[in-house]
């Protein structure tokens, strides 16, 4: 294990490499929101999958433009869901989303004509060839790459892959992971009265609510005391529960009740590192147990805990989703802001439209590690490089959302 602090971009590099990629596996359409593609869906099928009118009005033909004032007769009527039918020279009556006869090539709007009888039609405005005709393929044609390998599954995929009728995809496995809290000031239970020196737990409901946006499935959740016994306990528990990746919170720094590092020695864990030249989350713990078991120990103060699952846990979850890693936008700081040196600093952050529309950066108030109130106002965190310490108003810095799945919407109407 490295005994002195690492720098956050050496430590990554560990645990990518700790890290690797789940097999893929089949997935019903209806199931699959929120996965990420395993391989790529090509289309089998044109969309729309045959020529149909965009309006309701009448389908005719022609060579050229076909002029106003010209009267057609009314051969038949095509309505959406009708199939083929065989046109000779007159106009249909058609409607919106129906198939367009043979040997029809456009349609006019029904409101610019003029019906003169059941079997008469007059045009009042002219036709060129393709007007209002929705052509076979023209938005997806056959054989079309439609997806890519690495597409997180929204809505709107879900949408095409309907219209396609891929009933199943491939999808990444996704990996299992348990939560463990330490800590016997934590309370679960909301009900329960707080005696002096407890506290509520919140990084547990925080990261079991986190980790299935971040594509995981949190298979065991477990609070644990201050107690070495019932925490590798706890873990064994994780383990037979099929986790993959184990998350702690509390119990990774110099307190004397800080038994993590020394219970993952009993269990035989590999420690890959411990403590990160980052703020907050810097005694941060990542070590392997048998079966290549991840383990992140995250500092127990809740913005540790965090930025601990942003910046080390989500980067492990990219690879085993098969996903690259992410590349941060670059966005003005509002105001100036100035830290410490040697140290990389996480920042709860609001992204904003100014009035100008600009795109800028505010770095909250209450940055200390124990304030929770402003990740609530967050919706994204800046980055600081450990060698930099002032930065002037308008300066870029790296910006990411907060989570890996989801960018931020920026607020609006900031002077
Ligand atoms: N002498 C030193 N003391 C501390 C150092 C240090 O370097 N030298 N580092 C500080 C830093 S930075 C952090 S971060 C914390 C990390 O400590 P632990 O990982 O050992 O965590 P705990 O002591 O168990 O808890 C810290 C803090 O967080 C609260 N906590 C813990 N779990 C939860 C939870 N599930 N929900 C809400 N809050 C939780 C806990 O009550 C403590 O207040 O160590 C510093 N000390
Ligand atoms: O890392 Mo600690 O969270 O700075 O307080």
Redesign the pocket.
Known sequence: MSQETLAYEDALRIVLGASTRLPAEDCPTRACLGRVLATPVISDADLPPFDNSAMDGFALCGNSTVPAGIELDIEGEQAAGDGIAHARNGAWEIMTGARLPDGLDRVIPVEQTERLSSKRVRLLADVETGQNVRNAGSDVAEGENVLAAGTVLQPQHLMLLAALGVGNVSVAERPRVAVL???R??IDDPAQMLAPGQ?R????PFLAARLPLAGADVVHVETVGDDAAAFEAALRRALSAGAKVIVT???????RY?FVPQALERLGAQTLFHKVAIR????LLFAKLPGDVLLFGL????I?VAVGLRFFVEPALRVMLGLSQETPRRVPLSKPYSKKPRLRFHLKSCLHIDIQGRLALEVLEGQE??RIRPLSDANAWAVVPADVDALPAGALVDVHGVGHLEFPLPCEGIA
Do not use: Q
């Open positions: 809290c330490t800590g000031e934590l506290i737990n919140s990084n547990g919170s509390g119990a990774v720094s110099m307190g800080d907050p989350g810097k005694p500092p127990g103060n809740p540790a590690s124990y």
